[in-house]
T-cell receptor, first 115, second 113 residues
Framework: DAGVTQSPTHLIKTRGQHVTLRCSPISGHKSVSWYQQVLGQGPQFIFQYYEKEERGRGNFPDRFSARQFPNYSSELNVNALLLGDSALYLC??????????????FGSGTQLSVL | AQSVTQPDIHITVSEGASLELRCNYSYGATPYLFWYVQSPGQGLQLLLKYFSGDTLVQGIKGFEAEFKRSQSSFNLRKPSVHWSDAAEYFCAVVERGDYKLSFGAGTTVTVRA
């Protein structure tokens, strides 16, 4: 079975542009979470979606938005890019959003560079 | 404030030597505890987790971790490291009843021959 797939793997944008990152969860998983990992830091939670509804949001500005589609894939959108948005964006999927996250699987991420 | 602390930014260890990575957390109640490993260009792989019960937890790749409630710690150990263990290691916690992982800043492990 395929794992969590993210596209693109690398992306270069300039300040002020917007970007869309994509994630396909493991087959059968209905929950998708997004994390931002700035160089030298641990990942930080951005969003979680379950059954196409937002279940949680981290401490990120409104420039960050996401959605989940009927096939449970997800998009993360970032508007008005800033240099500080340069990071590895990780997607994780799980069967449900429930406690413990013991069945949480991460993709390899999208490396976004903002120039 | 809730936090996860990994005091060691970088550790260098000889192949075959033992390894211990430290993790401390500050939460009101004991959270769920995890250790993840990240190799360059890769996502995060779960090494082991602690929810309850036996405080010594066995994981994959020969790793183990010990939960110490009195010290709010969850340190990761491996008796004999291999060159392939060179990677970044993250301690993470989830508050019980929540679903968001909170990660420490990570510890980079270098293995020398």
């Amino acid at each position: 079975d395929a794992g969590v797939t993210q596209s693109p793997t690398h992306l270069i944008k300039t300040r002020g542009q917007h970007v869309t990152l994509r994630c396909s969860p493991i087959s059968g998983h209905k929950s998708v979470s997004w994390y931002q990992q700035v160089l030298g830091q641990g990942p930080q939670f951005i969003f979680q979606y379950y059954e196409k509804e937002e279940r949680g949001r981290g401490n990120f500005p409104d420039r960050f938005s996401a959605r989940q589609f009927p096939n449970y894939s997800s998009e993360l959108n970032v508007n008005a890019l800033l240099l500080g948005d340069s990071a590895l964006y990780l997607c994780a999927s799980s069967p449900t959003p429930g406690q413990g996250t013991e069945k949480l699987f991460f993709g390899s991420g999208t490396q976004l560079s903002v120039l | 404030a809730q936090s996860v602390t990994q005091p060691d930014i970088h550790i260098t260890v000889s192949e075959g030597a033992s390894l211990e990575l430290r993790c401390n957390y500050s939460y009101g109640a004991t959270p769920y505890l995890f250790w993840y490993v990240q190799s360059p260009g890769q996502g995060l792989q779960l090494l082991l987790k602690y929810f309850s019960g036996d405080t010594l937890v066995q994981g994959i790749k020969g790793f183990e971790a010990e939960f110490k409630r009195s010290q709010s710690s969850f340190n990761l150990r491996k008796p004999s490291v291999h060159w392939s263990d060179a990677a970044e290691y993250f301690c993470a916690v989830v508050e019980r009843g929540d679903y968001k992982l909170s990660f420490g800043a990570g510890t980079t492990v270098t293995v020398r021959a």
